[in-house]
Nanobody, 123 residues
Framework: QVQLVESGGGLVQAGGSLRLSCAAS????????MGWFRQAPGNEREFVAT????????TYADSVRGRFTISRDNAKNTLYLQMNSLKPEDTAVYYC????????????????WGQGTQVTVSS
């Protein structure tokens, strides 16, 4: 079991920045590739970004590439998502998730999930 707890969400104006954190506990954090997903009201949960076990390889959704940066600190058992140049369409609940397979973008391929943190971007 891996327990994941997100934090750092909030209300920000368009063009602003937020940094999300995801604290992990339980099984060894560094054994898992990690991902961020988001879900807006009425929409399906969508892939945002993923990062390999060591943090050396990352993959992004087209909608966030160049604006968001995923990173991890295995010594602190923490995953991050730096979000810059935020847009109203980025408004959603953001979830972190863990998987044993790097590079997967389907939510069904992730084994463990946090409870989510709300990000609201005003225009």
């Amino acid at each position: 079991q891996v327990q994941l707890v997100e934090s750092g969400g909030g209300l920000v104006q368009a063009g602003g920045s937020l940094r999300l954190s995801c604290a992990a506990s339980g099984r060894t954090f560094r054994n898992y590739a990690m991902g961020w997903f988001r879900q807006a009201p009425g929409n399906e949960r969508e892939f945002v970004a993923t990062i390999s076990w060591s943090g050396g390889i990352t993959t992004y959704a087209d909608s966030v590439r160049g604006r968001f940066t995923i990173s991890r600190d295995n010594a602190k058992n923490t995953l991050y998502l730096q979000m810059n140049s935020l847009k109203p369409e980025d408004t959603a609940v953001y979830y972190c998730a863990a998987t044993s397979t790097y590079g997967v973008v389907l939510s069904t391929q992730y084994n463990y999930w946090g409870q989510g943190t709300q990000v609201t971007v005003s225009s």
